[in-house]
């Protein structure tokens, strides 16, 4: 069994030229798999709010609900690096905020590390006190869905030389600020190679291109389960939606077909003079 990976494997990686390999992960059983698949790291992200509670956006996600998600992420996965997502309003409030439900992952749900999105001067305030509070921090810019009020929904970011300019600078910042390792959401390739080359932490993308240190996607998006919107960079490995409606359908047509369940197959054994016993009974009423 291969032993959980630290944020010295990672660099190590880097530095090897080996990809880092992230998917999301929310619940048990897919944590599981994952895991047996040798997936690198888990993100149990707030796209659980979309993916898992069908909310429209990440908002209403609550840190109750994300540390559930973790823990049952961590009990399937227990040798995988996991990162817990920080939801909307669980650090914008305070260094104290922060750092409290920062530790919730770290103390409630095991995880490795925790990531948060943005770049302002808040956020890199709060990188800082979660990061000398002894914890892991990856930052998120680019497309930040906790920002979509302010960028006018969930839009591809860094698609100019301005907003290139910036975002390299979020990156060094969040750097400076004690980041680990950085996320970079929904820019064009050559916005995710000027980002990754500015800085020397590990940088990880989402639709960022392949010039990354590592690849992440919504679990749900790449096995074809998740198909309420399906983002352009998004690659489907499996169509397991279909899977799920033809067995439900089949499932439906057996129960009132009377194919299932089928005594001789799906019922439990009885001793035969029991059973005698039973229908004599049956018969005598
Ligand atoms: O919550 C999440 O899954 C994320 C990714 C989309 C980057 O933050």
């Known amino acids: 069994m291969a032993k959980r990976k630290t944020i010295v494997d990672f660099r190590n990686m880097k530095a090897a030229g080996e990809k880092i390999v992230w998917l999301t992960g929310y619940d048990y059983m897919t944590a599981k798999y994952e895991e047996r698949a040798g997936v690198d790291m888990i993100l149990v992200g707030d796209s659980a709010g979309n993916v898992m509670h069908g909310y429209k956006d990440t908002y209403p996600v609550t840190m109750d609900e994300m540390i559930s998600h973790a823990q049952a992420v961590r009990r399937g996965a227990p040798n995988t690096f996991c990162v817990g997502d920080m939801p909307f309003m669980s650090y914008q409030t305070s260094n104290e905020d922060a750092i409290l439900n920062a530790g919730r992952f770290i103390k409630e749900a095991d995880m490795d590390c925790i990531k948060l999105e943005g770049y302002t001067k808040p956020c890199l305030e709060r990188v800082r006190a979660i990061t000398d509070a002894g914890m892991v921090v990856i930052g998120h810019i680019g497309l930040t869905p906790q920002f979509a009020a302010q960028m006018g929904g969930n839009k591809a970011q860094g698609k100019s030389l301005e907003a290139t300019k910036k975002l390299i600078q979020a990156a060094k910042d969040l750097e ?11 820019v064009p390739a050559v916005t995710g190679k000027a980002v990754h080359d500015a800085v020397s932490v590990p940088v990880l993308g989402i639709g960022a291109g392949s010039h990354m240190d590592g690849q992440l ?27 799920y409606i033809r067995a439900f359908t089949e499932y439906a047509a057996d129960v009132r077909g009377g194919q299932f369940p089928d005594d001789a197959v799906h019922a439990y054994k009885i001793a035969a003079e029991e059973a005698e016993a039973i229908e004599a009974m049956l018969a005598e009423e």
């Open 217 to 243: 996607l919504i679990f749900a998006d790449m096995v074809g389960l998740y198909d309420d919107f399906t983002p352009k960079f998004v690659k489907k490995y499996a169509n397991v939606a279909d899977e």
């Open 176 to 186: 400076a600020a004690g980041c680990a390792m950085i996320l970079v959401e929904g």
